[in-house]
């Protein structure tokens, strides 16, 4: 099983792809996770993600899909995959169709989490508060995120739909209403 965690930022794909993991024994790649211990620990990666992510730009395509395709193939004993924030471009959802169906695989399904704008920055904003990211501090980074998405990223929705994998759970609610939801969708 390979399931993509679709949703603005802020819409919870982390904290729900931690708990389908520990559920359905899947291996959780979080692109944003991946990108910001690069850039703790100072990566040639890291440091030309970093530009981009200070601004709420996405990094481009080839960086973050030849980053995937890397992270995928060093978990060779992974019964599957949450992708959290990947794909996040048309490209980049139609590589990693590709790249997956070259090593005998595919997606089963794409959970996109449904949560209005005002609460998306309303969650940015408290979380910038521990979260130690730059970017969830600053409200026009925020804003430009949130733009970004709906340019570039909302289509995917179209993508995923066209394969007949596209599935919409409300995000609003309790954590733990909103995991409910969600493994309903993902053991139908
Ligand atoms: O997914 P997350 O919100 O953690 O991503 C943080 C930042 O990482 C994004 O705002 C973007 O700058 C960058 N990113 C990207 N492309 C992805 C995932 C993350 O450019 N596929
Ligand atoms: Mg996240």
């Not at 620990?41 to 990094?59: C, F, M, P, R, S």
């Not at 959290?84 to 990693?96: C, E, H, I, K, M």
């Not at 995120?145 to 995000?171: C, W």
Request: charged residues 25%; negative net charge; proline residues 3%.
């Amino acid at each position: 099983m390979n399931i993509v965690l679709f949703g603005p930022p802020g819409a919870g794909k982390g904290t729900q792809a931690e708990r389908i993991m520990n559920q359905f024994n899947l291996t959780h790649l979080s692109t944003g996770d991946i990108f910001r211990q690069n850039i703790k620990n100072e990566t040639t990666l890291g440091l030309a993600a970093k530009t981009y992510i200070d601004k709420g730009e996405l990094v481009p395509d080839e960086v973050t899909i030849k980053m995937l395709e890397s992270e995928v193939k060093s978990h060779p004993e992974s019964d599957g995959f949450i992708f959290d924030g990947f794909p996040r471009t048309v490209q980049q959802a139609s590589a990693l169709d590709g790249f997956l169906s070259s090593i005998g695989s595919s997606i089963t399904k794409m959970i996109a989490l449904d949560v209005p704008k005002e609460e998306l920055i309303k969650r940015l904003l408290a979380r910038g508060k521990y979260s130690g990211r730059a970017d969830d501090l600053d409200e026009d980074i925020i804003d430009n995120r949130i733009q970004v998405y709906l340019q570039k990223t909302a289509i995917l929705a179209d993508y995923y739909n066209k394969q007949g994998k596209h599935f919409s759970v409300n995000g609003l609610g309790s954590i733990d209403e909103i995991t409910v939801r969600v493994f309903k969708e993902l053991e139908k």
